[in-house]
């Protein structure tokens, strides 16, 4: 029968972490709760939508969580009414205690709560990866691959495996990050001085977001690990488990352009905000696109709506290279791509008005940006 003792900021604070995990419209009923393992080591909270798993251990050796473990036990809870109750109560030291019929007693100052659980034998069990030979990353390494790639990810399920990110490790420890939805794509590659095995997974860019809120700054590192449909990040204290898309992702290195007769270099602050007065009037559009023009050594854009008024703006270039040209987009694309781009500029490159251009940061290759045009009357 669980019994322990904590204090409640602190709890409060892991049970927010595993709840990222938990969906209170899940297909399946016994995914909405929350499941809580005392041991004397500590207790784990555990959280699932099937999807993604998080487990969030708090040993007893960790002094600002006040724990005390007096019996050692495991329950379920409704985990979204059980937070909200453990938010609300006055005072800082939180007991816990497990009483008949899988009942949860809480105390709390002059507070007594008594919420019904159930029975810990009916949570699905997490499949367990093996745990030798990790690949260890740096966080800050990790959440940069994502946030420069994930954004390009597919929201369309008619295509579940374009709503992944597609991360390959060679056997030469260089790690490679793609993601399309066929309109455009984004890829990270880096050399990684120390790597695991060579792999080849899709991991869904909901879950991949989904950890960059888990794991704060302070975990500095983290390891990963993989099974057969399934890929484990895993900290000091939080194991977040992820099932991977299965199928076979597309080829996307001959999709990227090596040659090009046109080159503009910009200043990424400068030509989003450009793009962003575009946007403005070009969601009014029927087919909403901004249109770029090089000529005669200048570049303009130009966006015109008949309901609500245009744009024919003289862009600020910093150099251009190449043949005249004029191209439709649509400047959403534009707009995101710029934005996870750290350099203070972007050169874009083109081949022809009906191709692919890239985006790619002035100072470094790592980083690679793909937009499709669109063709226009």
């Known amino acids: 029968m669980l019994q322990f003792s904590i204090n409640k900021n602190f709890f409060l604070q892991a049970l927010n972490t595993v709840k990222r995990a938990i969906s209170s419209k ?24 099937g999807q993604i798993s998080i487990e969030n251990f708090i040993p007893v050796e960790q002094k600002d969580a006040g724990l005390v473990v ?100 060679d056997e030469n420890k260089q790690l490679k990050t793609v993601a399309t939805d066929s309109h455009r794509l984004s890829q990270k590659i880096i050399q990684l001085e120390n790597a695991g095995d060579a792999f080849d997974v899709v991991i869904p860019s909901k879950s991949l977001k989904e950890f960059t809120a888990v794991f704060g700054d302070e975990i500095t590192s983290i390891e990963v690990f993989f ?4 890929l484990l990040f895993k900290s000091e204290y939080i194991s977040f488990y992820i099932r991977l898309l299965e199928g076979n992702y597309p080829d996307t290195n001959r999709l990227i352009p090596t040659m090009f007769n046109s080159q503009l270099t910009f200043n990424v602050v400068q030509l989003r905000q450009a793009m962003e007065r575009a946007r403005l009037l070009s969601n009014a559009t ?69 191709r692919p251009f890239t985006l790619k940061a002035a100072e470094e290759d790592q980083l690679i940006q793909l937009i499709t045009p669109v063709r226009t009357n």
């Open 26 to 49: 899940n297909a399946i009923p016994i995914l909405s709760t929350l499941k809580i393992e005392a041991h004397a080591e500590g207790v784990i909270l555990i959280g699932s939508n």
């Open 227 to 230: 099974a057969q449909n399934q």
């Open 70 to 169: 007096d019996q050692p036990g495991s329950l379920l809870l409704e985990a979204t009414f059980f937070i909200n109750v453990i938010s609300s109560l006055p005072s800082l030291e939180l007991d816990l205690k497990e009483i008949e019929n899988k009942q949860l007693l809480l105390k709390s100052g002059k507070s007594e709560i008594t919420l019904k659980g159930k029975d810990s034998n009916q949570y699905p069990r997490i499949q367990e990866i093996p745990t030798s030979n990790p690949l260890l990353l740096e966080t800050k390494v990790l959440k940069e691959l994502i946030s420069e790639t994930a954004f390009a990810a597919s929201s369309q399920e008619s295509r579940p495996i374009l709503t992944g990110v597609h991360f390959v490790l």
């Open 286 to 354: 029927q087919n909403g696109t901004v249109k770029v023009e090089i000529k005669d050594q200048t570049v303009r854009s130009y966006v015109n709506s008949p309901e609500v008024g245009q744009v024919d703006e003289e862009l600020e270039v910093l150099a251009i290279e190449g043949e005249d040209l004029s191209i439709s987009f649509n400047p959403n694309y534009m707009i995101e791509a710029l934005k996870a781009i750290k350099s203070e500029e972007v050169i874009l490159s083109f081949i022809s008005s009906i």
